[in-house]
């Protein structure tokens, strides 16, 4: 899963997830019969131009509309018209396949991935959909001042606690997508469904799979309900949905981390740190206190500045550069703001609503801290989990979303399964800070045997493709499965 990301200023409303949740221990049971009534895609679908303004969609991609139930249990309910995507290969020889994009998030669009994927691995058909509540399939929209009022880490104070309850229940009213119901059946489960009414309409009998961060829990549901059609699955950034609130969080906490840990080595053993010959934790602990006492001008993008806002700072700076980590955290330290021009000028320009797609974890895992004392074992947990950082801002934010969001799907905490002939490739880096590499070792022992793990030592969320030997062992499976399976 992604983890989320919250921006706020007076001319823009910035909100989205990096991965993963998130972007846990195994429950009994797997899910690997077809439950409920389904029923085929209605029509073929049409393809033509994207018409996408606001976010342009990529040269020779191609866009269509296909219609679901809003409740595949009971079809005759109603429906939601989905956007569908199609991004043939390049060339004259025959296409390898078909590859079924399953986004991240949750949040991003189906064809987000379609260039990295064309490039990494050409001559396959691409396919997608925007996944309920997202994009053009019926975003969904929450009250931005509700939005703005959800913290990070859930109150331990009684009082608190209390306002950030009353807060989630007027949330979620505000909520709403189009039609009405869908905003309840936002889950993994009727997103696998509705890519396998994809396949259906577009009359493929074999297909492969291809999940980034919340992406790989559609993927993983898909491969229980309807593996038999998937040749290869390639699953990047893992999630694990049989875990508990409290394995969820420290779990998350624990891989953030090992991030602190290794950034720390590196300060130790590199000149370019700013942080380099000091001691790194006493620094960070420094800037918390800065930041409580209300010492740090400006803004983390909107959030005042406060202990949790460090170490906020630091899980979205520290994977993509650990320079300018210890850059900002020094700056911090001194009582300096490391984001220049995070500061609100201008005329209030704030939306009233804004689409927002975090509450629809909340359909696939059961976080909500429903009380304060939970709050307060949660966050002795995690302090224990991470003694340097004390929790993960990305996971711990979901237990504050899900308090009133909607309620987890029937059986989204059951492990995985596949009906595959073949085994899932599980791409992990050793050290991600939205998918921390203990939800795919776990992911891995629900598969079982059919599973193969491919590690790639590196700091980040996804970009495993990059590295040229993941990259020829995934190319190479493919291939294998691809041949095999015609």
């Given at each position: 899963?992604?983890?989320g990301?919250?921006?706020?200023?007076?001319?823009?409303?910035?909100?989205?997830?990096?991965?993963?949740?998130?972007?846990?221990?195994?429950?009994?049971?797997?899910?690997?019969?077809?439950p409920?009534?389904?029923?085929?895609?209605?029509?073929?679908?049409?393809?033509?131009?994207?018409?996408?303004?606001?976010?342009?969609?990529?040269?020779?991609?191609?866009?269509?509309?296909i219609r679901?139930?809003?409740?595949?249990?009971?079809?005759?309910s109603?429906?939601?018209?989905?956007?569908a995507?199609?991004?043939?290969?390049?060339?004259?020889?025959?296409?390898?396949?078909?590859?079924?994009?399953?986004?991240?998030?949750?949040?991003?669009?189906?064809?987000?991935?379609?260039?990295?994927?064309?490039?990494h691995?050409?001559?396959?058909?691409?396919?997608?959909?925007?996944?309920?509540?997202v994009?053009?399939?019926?975003p969904?929209?929450?009250?931005?001042?509700?939005?703005?009022?959800?913290?990070?880490?859930?109150?331990?104070?009684?009082?608190?606690?209390?306002a950030?309850?009353?807060?989630?229940?007027?949330?979620?009213?505000?909520?709403?997508t189009?039609?009405?119901?869908?905003?309840?059946?936002?889950?993994?489960?009727?997103?696998?469904?509705?890519?396998?009414?994809?396949?259906?309409?577009?009359?493929?009998?074999k297909?492969?799979?291809?999940?980034?961060?919340?992406?790989?829990?559609?993927?993983e549901?898909?491969?229980?309900?309807?593996?038999?059609?998937?040749?290869?699955?390639?699953?990047?950034?893992?999630?694990?949905?049989a875990?508990?609130?409290?394995?969820?969080?420290?779990?998350?906490?624990r891989?953030?981390?090992?991030?602190?840990?290794?950034?720390?080595?590196?300060?130790?053993?590199?000149?370019?740190?700013?942080?380099?010959?000091?001691d790194?934790a006493?620094?960070?602990?420094?800037?918390?206190?800065?930041?409580?006492?209300?010492?740090?001008?400006?803004?983390?993008?909107?959030?005042p500045?406060?202990?949790v806002?460090?170490?906020?700072?630091?899980?979205?700076?520290?994977?993509?550069?650990f320079?300018?980590?210890?850059?900002?955290?020094?700056?911090l330290?001194?009582?300096?703001?490391?984001?220049?021009?995070?500061?609100?000028?201008?005329?209030?320009?704030?939306?009233?609503?804004?689409?927002?797609?975090?509450?629809?974890?909340?359909?696939?895992?059961?976080?909500s801290?429903?009380n304060?004392?939970?709050?307060?074992?949660d966050l002795?947990?995690t302090?224990?989990?991470?003694?340097?950082?004390?929790?993960?801002t990305?996971?711990?934010?979901?237990?504050?979303?899900?308090?009133?969001?909607?309620?987890?799907?029937?059986?989204s905490?059951?492990?995985v399964?596949s009906?595959s002939?073949h085994?899932?490739?599980?791409l992990?880096?050793?050290?991600?800070?939205?998918t921390p590499?203990?939800?795919?070792?776990?992911?891995?022992?629900?598969?079982?045997?059919?599973?193969?793990?491919?590690?790639?030592?590196?700091?980040?969320?996804?970009?495993?493709?990059?590295?040229?030997?993941?990259?020829?062992?995934?190319?190479?499976?493919?291939?294998q499965?691809?041949?095999?399976?015609?």
């Amino acid at each position: 899963m992604s983890a989320g990301t919250r921006a706020v200023t007076r001319k823009s409303v910035a909100l989205t997830v990096l991965a993963a949740a998130v972007c846990a221990g195994c429950l009994p049971g797997a899910v690997t019969a077809r439950p409920g009534p389904e029923k085929p895609a209605a029509e073929a679908i049409s393809w033509g131009p994207c018409d996408r303004p606001d976010m342009p969609v990529q040269k020779g991609v191609q866009c269509g509309n296909i219609r679901v139930p809003v409740d595949w249990a009971e079809p005759q309910s109603g429906t939601v018209t989905l956007r569908a995507y199609r991004f043939k290969a390049a060339g004259p020889s025959k296409s390898k396949g078909t590859i079924l994009n399953f986004p991240a998030g949750p949040g991003q669009t189906g064809d987000i991935a379609f260039a990295s994927l064309r490039r990494h691995l050409p001559g396959y058909d691409l396919i997608a959909l925007d996944p309920r509540g997202v994009g053009e399939s019926s975003p969904l929209n929450c009250a931005t001042d509700k939005i703005l009022k959800i913290p990070y880490v859930p109150p331990t104070d009684p009082g608190k606690f209390r306002a950030l309850k009353k807060n989630q229940r007027s949330f979620w009213s505000t909520c709403a997508t189009t039609p009405v119901g869908l905003k309840n059946h936002l889950d993994a489960y009727s997103n696998a469904r509705d890519a396998e009414a994809l396949r259906k309409a577009m009359h493929l009998d074999k297909i492969n799979l291809y999940g980034f961060s919340y992406g790989t829990l559609t993927a993983e549901r898909y491969l229980g309900l309807y593996g038999d059609h998937v040749n290869g699955s390639v699953l990047e950034g893992v999630m694990n949905p049989a875990q508990s609130r409290r394995q969820f969080v420290t779990s998350a906490a624990r891989g953030i981390e090992a991030i602190f840990d290794r950034f720390r080595n590196w300060c130790a053993d590199e000149a370019a740190c700013a942080l380099h010959g000091k001691d790194v934790a006493s620094v960070f602990r420094k800037a918390q206190k800065k930041a409580d006492a209300g010492h740090i001008p400006g803004s983390l993008m909107t959030t005042p500045w406060s202990s949790v806002a460090v170490t906020r700072y630091f899980e979205l700076t520290a994977p993509h550069s650990f320079k300018d980590a210890a850059d900002g955290l020094k700056k911090l330290s001194e009582g300096k703001n490391p984001m220049p021009g995070d500061e609100e000028t201008g005329q209030d320009q704030t939306p009233k609503t804004f689409p927002y797609t975090d509450p629809i974890v909340c359909s696939d895992f059961d976080l909500s801290v429903k009380n304060v004392d939970q709050a307060r074992r949660d966050l002795k947990a995690t302090r224990k989990a991470a003694p340097g950082l004390g929790f993960s801002t990305n996971s711990n934010n979901y237990t504050s979303i899900c308090l009133a969001g909607p309620r987890p799907a029937k059986g989204s905490g059951k492990p995985v399964a596949s009906r595959s002939a073949h085994p899932t490739m599980l791409l992990s880096n050793t050290l991600d800070p939205a998918t921390p590499i203990a939800w795919a070792n776990s992911v891995a022992r629900q598969f079982g045997h059919k599973a193969v793990q491919v590690r790639t030592d590196q700091v980040g969320h996804g970009g495993g493709l990059e590295s040229p030997e993941t990259r020829r062992k995934v190319v190479t499976y493919l291939d294998q499965v691809n041949r095999s399976g015609r």
